[in-house]
Nanobody, 122 residues
């Protein structure tokens, strides 16, 4: 199996910055997409940012464009999310997601981390 472990969450002042990390480990043959999703209380999980395949292509939710940057270390199966100019509405649990294969020739599976809480103080 593949495990995703997030780190870097916590209390951040409005307008502040924080960097999240997510490291994938376990039985990994290859990882395609890696990304970050946010879930606010009572809301559905939504895309924040995504690194497509090796990370040369990225996708962002409109509300984070220009403030958040996703990056990826393929050698270490790690994805990062640099969040700047945080707003109170950006609070929630941030989940890491990876699409990958555990063996050659198998189909792609989707894996989720346990989530890390971001609280934005105003």
């Amino acid at each position: 199996q593949v495990q995703l472990v997030e780190s870097g969450g916590g209390l951040v002042p409005a307008g502040g910055s924080v960097r999240l990390s997510c490291a994938a480990s376990g039985s990994i043959f290859s990882i395609d997409n890696m990304g970050w999703f946010r879930q606010a209380p009572g809301q559905q999980r939504e895309l924040v940012a995504l690194c497509i395949t090796s990370g040369t292509i990225t996708k962002y939710a409109d509300y984070v464009k220009g403030r958040f940057t996703i990056s990826r270390d393929n050698a270490n199966n790690t994805v990062y999310l640099q969040m700047n100019s945080l707003k109170p509405e950006g609070a929630g649990v941030y989940f890491c997601r990876a699409d990958g294969r555990i063996r050659w020739g198998t189909s792609t599976d989707r894996f989720w981390g346990q989530g890390t809480q971001i609280t934005v103080s105003s």
